[in-house]
């Protein structure tokens, strides 16, 4: 009789796991001991300091690294921000994302962020906001705080100030409290919001004297008297003053698109334009605050070709290039003027993606590159 034995796939089977378990524990022995002697190193690192070679030292891009999670894109985006020219950042840092519950820190990504910025050369304004779940009522959205989260948001801020003390040296309090949106889908109110900085001030300043704190930059509007949704910026602005902010702000943060408009068109009360932020600089002088600086901490213009405020791709260069000279040579006190925005880790599909300068995949943009030349280099 013809034997089969040899054949027998459940020989075979067994055959192959042995075969196979053998492979496997060499490899964890491998590994155990690499853990031991030699720990494998970072696949991506911040690397030798660097130095942002710029014509141009109020030049910056607001990076929008918030949602970026691969180490080495944070590290192209910002590398590409130092090749610009550009040695300022505007990065957001959500409340809700490193203080997941109340006491309980975690800088993780933050830190990842802030080193390869400084590593790469460049100064980081931080952007604070986001509310956590446990800090406001159920039902609310994640830009509604009441004056009962104050302290907790004030604490908040005390903490990101300290871990990043001798690193991040500026920070915005809130964004746009101007707008429903970003007030909670509640009316703005410019005396709770000064309430809220108040806290922050105090708090921040208790442990980071040093610190540079900048009141929020206010959106460009022309609402009327009484709109629910959205308070005319300078109104908003002068409501502070009146309730007492002054003392509460080291500088003012601002946000001064261009729209449709060329970069010199004049600025007016009933236009938004590059060039309304004058009039918010006309109303910290009439406050008596003429001795404290202005950071831009977003501008820029779209041009996508099928929206109402775009402008065509030559003009959105030439603007551009002609804003960074007039905040160097004509507003010195302007400090910084930050760009939205350099990328998005992953394509917005919609008009979004026109204020960008570099794509999700990092190729430069025609206006990327017209702002290198322009500016990169001494």
Excluded at 103 to 122: C, I, M, N, S, T
């Amino acid at each position: 009789m013809t034997s089969y034995a040899h054949d027998n796939p459940l020989r075979r089977t067994l055959a192959a796991r042995r075969v196979w378990a053998r492979i496997l524990a060499a490899a964890l022995a491998i590994l155990a001991w690499r853990g031991v002697d030699r720990p494998p190193a970072p696949l991506v690192v911040p690397g030798p300091p660097q130095t942002v070679l710029t014509r141009n030292p109020k030049l910056g891009l607001h990076t929008r690294l918030t949602d970026e999670v691969e180490p080495w894109k944070i590290k192209r985006s910002l590398q590409m921000v130092r090749e610009m020219g550009a040695p300022w950042i505007v990065e957001y840092f959500p409340w809700a994302y490193y203080e997941p519950e109340k006491g309980r820190f975690d800088w993780a990504h933050a830190d990842l962020v802030v080193d390869h910025a400084v590593a790469q050369g460049l100064t980081v304004i931080a952007r604070l906001g986001f509310v956590p779940v446990w800090a406001r009522p159920k039902e609310t959205t994640f830009t509604y705080l009441d004056a009962d989260g104050y302290d907790d948001f004030a604490d908040y801020a005390a903490a990101f100030v300290e871990h990043f003390r001798g690193r991040v040296a500026y920070v915005v309090i809130w964004n746009e409290p101007n707008l429903a949106a970003e007030w909670g889908n509640r009316p703005p109110d410019p005396q709770a919001y000064t309430a809220l900085l108040k806290a922050a001030y105090a708090r921040i300043k208790a442990v980071a004297p040093e610190v540079t704190v900048l009141a929020p930059a206010l959106a460009p509007t022309l609402a009327p008297p009484g709109n629910p949704w959205a308070m005319e910026d300078l109104a908003f602005l002068q409501a502070m003053y009146d309730a007492g902010a002054a003392p509460y702000f080291d500088a003012l943060a601002a946000h001064t698109y261009g729209w449709g408009f060329p970069a010199d068109d004049p600025p007016a009360p009933d236009k938004v334009n590059f060039r309304r932020v004058e009039l918010v600089r006309a109303l910290m002088e009439a406050n008596g605050d003429g001795g404290k600086a202005v950071y831009i901490t977003e501008t820029g213009w779209n041009d996508h070709p099928r929206w109402t405020k775009a402008v065509k791709p030559a003009q959105r260069i030439a603007y551009s290039v002609e804003a960074a000279r007039m905040a160097l040579e004509d507003w010195p006190w302007c400090r910084a003027l930050v760009f939205w925005v350099l990328r998005f880790p992953r394509p917005q599909l919609t008009y979004q993606d026109a204020f960008t300068f570099v794509t999700s995949d990092f190729v430069a943009k025609p206006v990327y590159r017209a702002m290198q030349e322009a500016y990169a280099g001494r």
